[in-house]
């Protein structure tokens, strides 16, 4: 594979990568969301494996076993888990409605664009162009856990954002050392069992999991 083909192909993955970003933000059905995590998590591995090959960097071979692993096959099935167990379907709830969310995201990939642009002519790596793109899904995903109201669909989005801090450090730094992304992996799974636990309690105690009610508590 030659280094223009491979980067023709990271460009369309991280391009696929954003428009995921813009259909979870857009959704309001939850398994929808958590299927489109899942296929997030699945680019992302190509994309970390593409870059592995074009760049020699073969510590990153373990970070896509680890991301496919992970984020498409583990915490998806932790998720499709949790909702049965509390009946979820549909997650309606936004705090602002969705063109006007969509508007908000891209006005919020053109900033993305335009910070990202002088770091980008710093870099000489294939991935040079793809920082601004990294960002935009950060803060896509930053975007979507400020919009809803349901605990479950704040934590995809939480999970979306660490995949994109993830492409980010992929596409500026091709990667970071395996024992940090094993440990970090190893937080987001046990933040994932706890928000399980988290999601339990709220439902048990206010009958929903709508974060507002949780404005209600108030200290005696």
């Not at 909702?83 to 891209?106: F, S, Y």
Request: net charge neutral.
């Amino acid at each position: 594979m030659s280094l223009a083909l491979s980067t023709q192909i990271i460009n369309l993955l991280a391009a696929i990568l954003l428009l995921i970003a813009f259909a979870m933000i857009s959704q309001r059905r939850i398994l929808s969301l958590i299927n489109l995590f899942a296929l997030q998590g699945f680019i992302l591995t190509m994309s970390t494996g593409v870059v592995a090959y074009s760049t020699a960097q073969h510590h990153l071979y373990y970070s896509a076993g680890l991301t496919l692993l992970l984020k498409v096959l583990v915490l998806p099935w932790l998720l499709h888990r949790l909702i049965r167990k509390l009946k979820i379907k549909w997650d309606v709830e936004t705090l602002i409605n969705i063109p006007t969310t969509m508007l908000a995201g891209i006005v919020l990939v053109i900033f993305s664009f335009d910070l990202a642009a002088p770091i980008s002519q710093l870099s000489d790596s294939v991935t040079r162009g793809l920082i601004g793109i990294a960002l935009a899904s950060v803060l896509l995903s930053l975007l979507m856990m400020l919009t809803r109201r349901k605990a479950v669909s704040q934590v995809v989005g939480f999970l979306s954002l660490e995949n994109g801090l993830f492409f980010a450090a992929t596409s500026a730094t091709h990667g970071m050392p395996l024992v940090v992304e094993l440990g970090i992996a190893l937080d987001v799974l046990v933040a994932t069992f706890i928000f399980g636990i988290f999601f339990f309690q709220i439902r048990e105690t206010f009958d929903s999991l709508d974060i507002s009610h949780m404005e209600t508590l108030k200290d005696d």
